[in-house]
């Protein structure tokens, strides 16, 4: 079966540290898809990145990189000089077949 | 203003007594899903559909029923609540399932709690 693991159910940083959040997947298929998707306090919940299995490419945007790694099976998600506003809980989720697969979320705390 | 719009945003009901969940998208999107959040549980797909009249079963289909009549329009119907489904519900839309690499558009959510 496929799956998402996000080993770390909380992380409490000190602003301005640097923090990753591991994303580690099982699949079979040769063609998947990888998201990141963010949980602010208000609950709604907002894309990030997307990335496909054959672009092992690494993403920075602003504060935020991941590193997609195939050869480990893992989709990690960095932010750089964290800040008060990225407390939120973060999902990874990959896709199978025409499903989501979700992992169980990262709550990041961004202490001032 | 593109959006995914569910309602109601909060229901307080009893086992048994049928409930919908609407859930509307202005965008044209072609794929639609509905998403249960339990804590510890993370995110977990409960019905999907590809396109109007084509549904199909995600990880925990179990007491739900949809239907897709509409492309804009993909309610959650729960025939006989129980309170194991009292739970934070998401629906989402998408241009295409997230094979073809497409994002989720997220509703803002609706909290049932099943007495």
């Known amino acids: 079966a496929q799956k998402v693991t996000q080993a770390q159910t909380e992380i409490s940083v000190v602003e301005k540290e640097d923090v990753t959040l591991d994303c580690v997947y099982e699949?079979?298929?040769?063609?998947?898809?990888l998201f990141w998707y963010k949980q602010p306090p208000s609950g709604e919940l907002v894309f990030l990145i997307r990335?496909?299995?054959?672009?092992?490419q690494n993403e920075i945007s602003g504060r935020y990189s991941w590193n997609f790694q195939k050869s480990t099976s893992s989709f990690n998600f960095t932010i750089t000089a964290s800040q008060v506003v990225d407390s939120a809980v973060y999902f990874c989720?990959?896709?199978?077949?025409?499903?989501?697969?979700f992992g169980k979320g990262t709550r990041l705390h961004i202490l001032p | 203003e593109a959006q995914v719009t569910q309602n109601p945003r909060y229901l307080i009901t009893v086992t048994g007594k049928k409930l919908t969940v609407t859930c509307s998208q202005n965008?044209?999107?072609?794929?639609m899903s509905w998403y249960r959040q339990d804590p510890g549980l993370g995110l977990r797909q409960i019905y999907y559909?590809?396109?109007?009249?084509?549904?199909d079963k995600g990880d925990v289909p179990e007491g739900y029923k949809v239907s897709r009549k509409e492309k804009r329009n993909f309610p959650l119907i729960l025939e006989s609540p129980s309170p194991n489904q009292t739970s934070l519900y998401f629906c989402?839309?998408?241009?295409?399932?997230?094979?073809?690499?497409?994002?989720?558009?997220f509703g803002d959510g609706t909290r049932l709690s099943i007495l």
């Open positions: 990335r496909n299995s054959f672009d092992e």
């Open positions: 965008m044209n999107h072609e794929y």
């Open positions: 559909s590809m396109n109007v009249e084509v549904t």
């Open positions: 699949t079979r298929d040769t063609t998947y898809y």
């Open positions: 989720a990959l896709s199978e077949g025409d499903k989501i697969i």
């Open positions: 989402a839309s998408s241009l295409g399932p997230p094979s073809r690499d497409q994002p989720q558009h």
